[in-house]
């Protein structure tokens, strides 16, 4: 199975129009969106293309194949609008015989993982910096940002297929950083 993991779209719908082109292009099984869908936030300028309503249709068009947890920036009016779950802090799955942890970032990371035993990858997104790095037991994997990313990193999403993650760049869908799990 093939997924996609994207992060931070913060309600822009020019970048999330070039999320859905990748996601025609990349053909994933599940989209995996970990959070900050809707709202800039108070500490981020309004990104590229702010229209929340316009990312709430491109969203909801994909809604079964959606995975998503919440965000610092989601609130229950998000919930009222978008047709999958959007309130869960973090959700956990395997695939491929991948122990997965996704979240937002705001609780669990790199810095602050949750109590697991075993091998897994920790998936967030709310730094708006792309990131794989190996920590022994935990892989921390961020997606980085789809519409505001920070220090000079590109727009950004992730793949994982069969055991390899791929971060890619939202604009030409080019592979930067791999990891085989």
């Known amino acids: 199975m093939k997924f996609l993991f994207a992060s931070d779209i913060h309600g822009s719908a020019y970048f999330c129009k070039m999320l859905m082109d ?9 989209i995996i969106l970990l959070g900050d869908l809707l709202y800039h936030g108070p500490r981020n300028d309004l990104p590229e293309g702010y229209a929340p309503k316009e990312v709430i249709a491109m969203l909801n068009a994909l809604k079964d194949r959606i995975i998503a947890v919440r965000g610092n920036c989601e609130a229950e009016v998000d919930q009222m609008v978008l047709g999958f ?14 122990n997965l942890f996704l979240t937002h970032g705001h609780h669990f990371n790199k810095e602050n ?21 190996d920590e022994g037991d935990l892989v921390y994997i961020n997606t980085g940002s789809v519409s505001i990313p920070k220090q000079n990193s590109p727009h950004s999403y992730l793949v994982l ?13 080019k592979e930067f950083k791999k990891f085989t799990f």
Request: zero cysteines; charged letters at 35%; proline letters at 7%.
């Open 22 to 30: 990748r996601i025609d292009e990349e053909k994933p099984e599940k």
């Open 85 to 98: 779950d959007v309130m869960s802090t973090y959700k956990e799955m395997s695939v491929n015989g991948i």
């Open 113 to 133: 993982p949750p109590e697991k035993s075993g091998k897994f990858a920790l998936l967030n997104g709310h730094f708006h910096i792309p990131e794989i790095s």
């Open 161 to 173: 297929e069969e055991n390899t993650f791929a971060l890619k760049e939202l604009e030409s869908g």
